[in-house]
């Protein structure tokens, strides 16, 4: 099995990457104004390349646009005309509805992972681990109770998500008690 990207297949990548970071153009990481938004959905996308045998391409792209509908007046239309069908539809998955305050949206993102294609459901873990790891790493300016709360959210959804990926859950459990032990003990970066 060639665990190599084609010619092709990274082109249609570096095209998902100039589309994100123009679309996300000005966005920072909250509480972090110099770390460009950008580098969120690429982390995202590396996890998810550095635990995959095989690259999953579709996968790999909707993770770098799995934000761009719920951050930015990207067109719909324009993703499946440039990156089809499937991935479309899989950034929709992981794209939450902006009208409902941010309680409501992660109690949905709870009820409905089990709903999730196996795909959106690696891209929806890989996606709570990075916010982790940024948790532990830049000083987003969260109280320690906000942090907490994070924390037992993204352990809620990750109960949902059992049976998704064993490597992609090794690694979702590990990060999520440093961070826990982490807040608790006030050591995370961004502790106040
Ligand atoms: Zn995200």
Redesign the pocket.
């Known amino acids: 099995m060639n665990e190599y990207m084609t010619h092709k297949e990274l082109d249609i990548f570096l095209k998902a990457l100039a589309f994100a970071a123009e679309m996300h153009t000005g966005q920072v990481k909250k509480g972090c104004s110099k770390l460009p938004f950008i580098n969120?959905?690429i982390k995202?996308a590396s996890l998810l390349s550095s635990i995959s045998r095989k690259k999953d391409i579709p996968l790999l792209v909707a993770a770098l646009l799995?934000?761009v509908l719920e951050k930015t007046e990207a067109d719909p239309a324009g993703i499946r005309a440039a990156f089809g069908k499937g991935v479309l539809g899989l950034v929709r998955e992981v794209t939450d509805d902006k009208s409902l305050p941010d309680p409501e949206r992660k109690q949905r993102q709870i009820e409905s992972a089990g709903r999730l294609s196996p795909v959106a459901k690696k891209i929806r873990l890989a996606?709570k681990i990075c916010n982790m790891r940024d948790i532990m790493t830049y000083p987003l300016g969260w109280s320690q109770q906000r942090k907490l709360a994070y924390l037992d959210f993204a352990g809620k959804l990750a109960v949902e998500l059992r049976g998704t990926d064993t490597r992609l859950e090794r690694i979702f459990h590990r990060e999520h008690s440093a961070a826990m032990r982490a807040v608790k003990a006030g050591t995370s970066r961004g502790a106040l």
Request: net charge negative; glycine share 0%; proline share 17%.
């Open positions: 969120h959905p995202v799995h934000d996606d």
